[in-house]
């Protein structure tokens, strides 16, 4: 009797010790974590598989592979992945922490101290949306040679685009995406199975089937309430909620997503909005991160709260919902096949967020051009940092003011 009681205080413990390191390793990696979701990927297959041994290399394969095939912010989710099986749904939200907050406190400190300053007119702000500039040529650049290298998808891709310029509400990209995807079903209906594993996920179907319909709850009953009820807090946790649903291929889209939200409804004008997704560039963590500047300077720290949990909860829902189904989704032509579409109409959509509102609000004259041009020599092929490019971007705008 005494050994079990005293096992049965060692579990808390246990259970306790292991939340916690994996808060420390997430928060670890949240603060040195640069360079875009391609490199986190990085980061966490060194700390998580090589060093700690977590999971065996398939297993997060397999991960890996669920994470970039859900909208959301593609890290972010592997994190939360690992999180899940190895300390169950609470050590999920304990990676995530870990690994959001670190970027979340620096882009809130920012938004404060351009909302304190008066410094929106300034030439280092300036300088960073022509960063923004480069970075999302680059942007393109990358996620078209792999989401659209052939001719069916380039053409999506650039009917996408050229319907969001032409159409710019809310409601079109999220059909544009729709429309994709059932292209995508019939012309790549042959698209090839890749091999699988049994992963080892601690959450059973029905937990799945719960989160998930959550997740399409929210995404469906928030813009109603949001008309029915005026509250300010309502209305921006369903702008960054849906932002953070339809968010494929990776933490650029959020750009348009972001902006069709807080632009237009005169939350954030279109000059703090581009300084601010510039800034983003310069910190570690993901990129999603985002919105807690935004949230910043639509509602002070409360409101960046909100615009954090709001667009990073769909992530966590899909990872819980999509987890125990995993295989029967990867076995599934149709599936792969209107992802294949979906992901060209990705490629799309940020082509359409390069010229509005980027270049059109960056580049007013050649010296801009310039500065963008030597910007993305650095980061293409020179291949240093973006939190170099980012210094660099704000000292030319100084220069050029």
């Keep these: 009797m005494e050994k079990d009681t005293i096992a049965k205080e060692q579990i808390p413990i246990s259970k306790v010790r292991a939340h916690l390191e994996i808060l420390a390793v997430s928060a670890k990696l949240g603060v ?4 875009g979701p391609i490199a986190h990927l990085g ?41 899940i099986v190895r300390a169950g749904m609470l050590g999920g939200l304990t990676a995530w922490l870990g690994f959001t907050l670190p970027s979340v406190i620096a882009l809130v400190l920012f938004a404060l101290l351009l909302q304190g300053f008066d410094i929106g007119s300034a030439g280092w702000i ?4 022509v960063v923004a500039v480069a970075i999302v040529v680059q942007a393109v650049l990358g996620m078209g040679q792999k989401l659209a290298p052939d001719r069916n998808r380039a053409t999506i891709a650039v009917l996408v685009a050229a319907v969001t310029l032409l ?11 729709g429309i994709a995807g059932i292209a995508g079903m019939f012309l790549y209906k042959n698209t090839k199975i890749p091999n699988t594993t049994n992963l080892s996920i601690p959450i059973s179907r029905s937990v799945g089937m719960l989160s998930l319909g959550v997740f399409f709850g929210l995404l469906i009953l ?56 510039g800034a983003a560039q310069a910190v570690p963590g993901p990129l999603f991160t985002f919105a807690a500047y935004l949230g910043t300077m639509i509602g002070g720290v409360k409101g960046a709260i909100i615009a954090t949990i709001a667009i990073f909860l769909p992530a966590y829902l899909l990872v819980v919902g999509a987890l125990p189904f995993w295989h029967t989704l990867r076995k599934s032509v149709k599936v792969q096949g209107a992802l294949v579409g979906i992901n060209a109409a990705v490629v799309g959509i940020l082509l359409a967020a390069l010229y509005n509102p980027l270049w059109i609000t960056a580049i007013l004259a050649p010296v801009d051009f310039v500065l963008a041009t030597l910007l993305f020599v650095m980061l293409v092929f020179w291949k240093l940092p973006p939190w170099v490019v980012v210094i660099s971007g704000a000292i030319g705008g100084m220069l050029i003011s």
């Design 32 to 35: 040195t974590s640069f360079g």
């Design 43 to 83: 980061y966490f297959h060194n700390e998580y598989i090589r060093r700690r041994k977590w999971l065996n290399e398939q297993d997060y394969a397999d991960i890996v592979a669920l994470c970039q095939f859900l909208p959301g912010p593609a890290s972010s989710q592997v994190g939360i992945a690992v999180g």
């Design 126 to 129: 300036h300088g960073l949306k």
């Design 167 to 177: 159409w710019q509400t809310a409601i079109s990209q999220v059909l544009l995406i």
């Design 222 to 277: 928030l813009p109603s309430l949001r008309q029915i009820v005026h509250i300010e807090w309502l209305a921006m946790f369903d702008s960054f909620y849906r932002s953070g649903s339809l968010v494929f291929g990776g933490g650029h889209v959020v750009l348009p997503m972001l902006e069709r939200e807080v632009v237009p409804t005169g939350w954030v004008s279109k000059s703090d909005f581009l300084a601010g997704y």
